[in-house]
Nanobody, 124 residues
Framework: QLQLVESGGGLVQPGGSLRLSCTASGFTLDAYALGWFRQAPGKEREGVSCTTTGDTTFYADSVRGRFTVSRDSAKNTVYLQMNTLKPEDTAVYYC??????????????????WGQGTQITISS
């Protein structure tokens, strides 16, 4: 069974940091394009980042310079390091994957596999 499991969510004060993990089971992430998305209450799901199988990552303007994606192939896990968090970063965060080499997109409809989501709340 192909599955993505996220972890690392929680409550953080503005300016703080969190690292989300997304671990795959049943398939090898190295062969998959990866995306991080978030959905705030009352808003549509939006792309945060997308990463190709060559580890080229693109970021949304709202997070560029604050968020960083990395991949640990040995652990079959991708990470989203989030720094300088703002209240507007509050959302449920999802990772997604599609078996496609060389390209990636922040179009949620393009992805085949999704994690269950993890809540991030930025509040003082």
């Amino acid at each position: 069974q192909l599955q993505l499991v996220e972890s690392g969510g929680g409550l953080v004060q503005p300016g703080g940091s969190l690292r989300l993990s997304c671990t795959a089971s049943g398939f090898t992430l190295d062969a998959y394009a990866l995306g991080w998305f978030r959905q705030a209450p009352g808003k549509e799901r939006e792309g945060v980042s997308c990463t190709t199988t060559g580890d080229t990552t693109f970021y949304a303007d709202s997070v560029r310079g604050r968020f960083t994606v990395s991949r640990d192939s040995a652990k079959n896990t991708v990470y989203l390091q989030m720094n300088t968090l703002k209240p507007e970063d509050t959302a449920v965060y999802y990772c997604a994957a599609r078996q496609r080499r060389g390209i990636a997109t922040m179009d949620a409809a393009w992805y085949d596999y999704w994690g269950q989501g993890t809540q991030i709340t930025i509040s003082s």
